[in-house]
């Protein structure tokens, strides 16, 4: 798959470079006991995904990657997708990736979301199924997708973005 010369940006990358306080990001966790309890007994509270790319160590382009091929046979997890041209991130979802990626193809408030002058970019990672709604949940309020803001009501699981 191509990544054309976007590829290069992680979102990290575009993070690191976005003003933080335009992202609404907020510092501050519930002080209660059942939520530390949560914590500590149901999930770790940080994992280390490795982020797909293509070949080329390049970003997928979301309309061009072959979802037929042998690396989505199966696969579940979490994803991405996000444009290139103003570094915002478009969605963030999780399951079969395969199945959601296709369904998000013909989802037009994704592809309307796709600049004239560019395309998306996609990646995704491997997750259990038991850290998935913490992992999702981390995304959607550290990267502020424009489609799709509701998230799982489940502790965070705090994640490397990809870079």
């Known amino acids: 798959m191509g990544g054309g010369y976007y590829g290069f940006y992680g979102l990290a990358d575009l993070i690191a470079a976005a003003d933080r306080g335009s992202l609404g990001l907020t510092q501050s966790r519930p002080s209660s006991l059942f939520w530390l309890a949560q914590q500590t007994l ?17 970003w997928g382009s979301f309309t061009r ?6 690396p989505f046979n199966g696969r579940k997890g979490v994803y991405v997708i996000w444009r290139p041209t103003d570094r915002r991130c478009i969605r963030v979802g999780q399951g079969n990736i395969r199945e959601q990626l296709t369904a998000h193809r013909v989802d037009r408030e994704i592809s309307d979301r796709t600049p004239y002058t560019g395309e998306l970019l996609v990646t995704w990672a491997d997750v259990d199924w038991r850290y998935r709604d ?6 959607g309020e550290v990267l502020q997708p424009i489609v799709g803001r509701r998230f799982p009501d489940v502790a965070s699981i705090e994640v490397n973005l990809p870079s």
């Not at 913490?134 to 995304?139: D, F, I, K, N, T």
């Open 42 to 58: 149901a999930s770790p509270t940080r994992l280390t995904l490795h982020w797909h790319h293509c070949v080329g160590h390049v």
């Open 65 to 70: 990657v072959d979802l037929g091929g042998l």
């Open 134 to 139: 913490g992992v999702e949940r981390y995304l």
